[in-house]
């Protein structure tokens, strides 16, 4: 069992894994952050803001929790490790892991995309991974040098069911948790979501202004159709996240926007200034996570003989726009699809009962 004591790791602390890391630290929890040296010279002498949706505003005072670059003074004692690097960095991550921590320290994935839980229990092993997800947006910004997380969407941290002891230690005021018996289909479900971070990134736009524009909507709701019939394919059963039944998103998406702002307020209660961390990557020119989200759907559908143009055609695109600063108008975006599957949103197809 984990008590309230135990030391918890916050491997990859960026903007998720501060949020969190800092909610958790605000709360009692003893906290490490292993993080850049940016991060670390912050946490140590400045202190982090974090704030959220629900209207908290809190400040994490410097040195209230450890921080360092060093994944052996991070990692030594630890309990539990919550891994929050982007999805291109958990094999480097695992590889720390299983050199510098204890081998009974429990591994919490945090991460998105469906690919991160078997790569860690490849390196680690099955019975010390288990499988999380962050459902919220968190944006990271500096003002006056010392670094703030705003936390701009609503949704709670989900673990496998079954560690009621994990749960416990992880809900806590601003991120709160639950647990799920089937978090392998929980992550295909939250990739559903996750579709619109590539879109998101390309518009250049706020999440909320985007996701009013009933042209991104249709290209977002073509893309789930896509992951839906290929998840389909494959036998993968899609549970509702965040209350929401993945079958339905794209009827919904596709409504006239006067009707979805009716019936989607809950989609739409986010903050007016927050993006994707997609955006964020590209905007700073870092590696994106495209070829771990729509790259999840077209390995998939290859797996199962079938093709996933839409996604593919949303690959090339944020690979092309990588490092240009291009801004994407939804008309432009439409018509690069096109070219490989016909007209966005032609065949609108409402939610079986």
Not at 61 to 85: H, Q, R
Not at 107 to 114: D, E, K, R, T
Not at 205 to 218: E, F
């Amino acid at each position: 069992m984990i008590g309230p004591d135990a030391r918890i790791v916050v491997a990859g602390a960026g903007s998720i894994g501060c949020y969190v890391g800092a909610c958790l630290a605000l709360a009692g929890r003893n906290v490490v952050f292993l993080a850049r040296p940016r991060l670390v010279d912050a946490l140590r002498h400045r202190g982090v803001q974090i704030s959220d949706l629900d209207g908290r505003d809190r400040a994490l005072l410097p040195g209230a929790a450890e921080a360092t670059s060093d994944p052996a003074a991070a990692f030594a004692g630890a309990s539990v490790i919550l891994v929050t690097v982007k999805s291109g960095d958990t094999s480097g991550m695992a590889d720390q892991i299983r050199r510098f921590a204890p081998a009974d320290a429990l591994v919490i994935s945090l991460q998105n995309g469906v690919d991160n839980i078997p790569l860690l229990r490849s390196r680690l092993g099955n019975e010390r991974v288990v499988a999380g997800m962050v459902p919220f947006n968190v944006a990271q910004t500096w003002p006056d040098g010392q670094p703030h997380f705003h936390r701009g969407t609503s949704g709670r941290i989900v673990i496998d069911a079954g560690r009621s002891d994990l749960r416990s230690l992880l809900d806590v005021a601003g991120a709160g948790c639950a647990d799920h018996p089937d978090m392998a289909g929980l992550a295909w479900s939250k990739l559903t979501l996750n579709m619109n971070n590539a879109l998101n990134a390309l518009s250049g736009l706020p999440l909320k202004r985007q996701l009013s524009d009933r042209a991104w909507r249709r290209i977002l709701a073509d893309q789930i159709d896509e992951l839906l019939r290929v998840t389909r394919a494959a036998g993968i059963a899609l549970p509702p996240i965040e209350g929401v039944r993945p079958r339905t998103i794209p009827f919904i998406l596709r409504l006239p926007d006067w009707l979805f702002g009716l019936v989607a307020r809950r989609m739409l209660a986010i903050d007016p200034a927050a993006t994707s961390s997609m955006a964020e990557d590209l905007a700073a020119g870092r590696p994106t996570e495209i070829d771990h989200l729509q790259g999840a759907a077209i390995r998939l559908g290859a797996a199962h003989g079938m093709a996933a143009p839409i996604s593919e055609a949303i690959v090339s695109a944020v690979h092309d726009t990588e490092g240009s600063g291009r801004r994407w108008s939804a008309r432009e975006l439409s018509d690069r699809i096109a070219h490989q599957h016909g007209p966005v949103g032609a065949q609108p197809t409402p939610p079986r009962s």
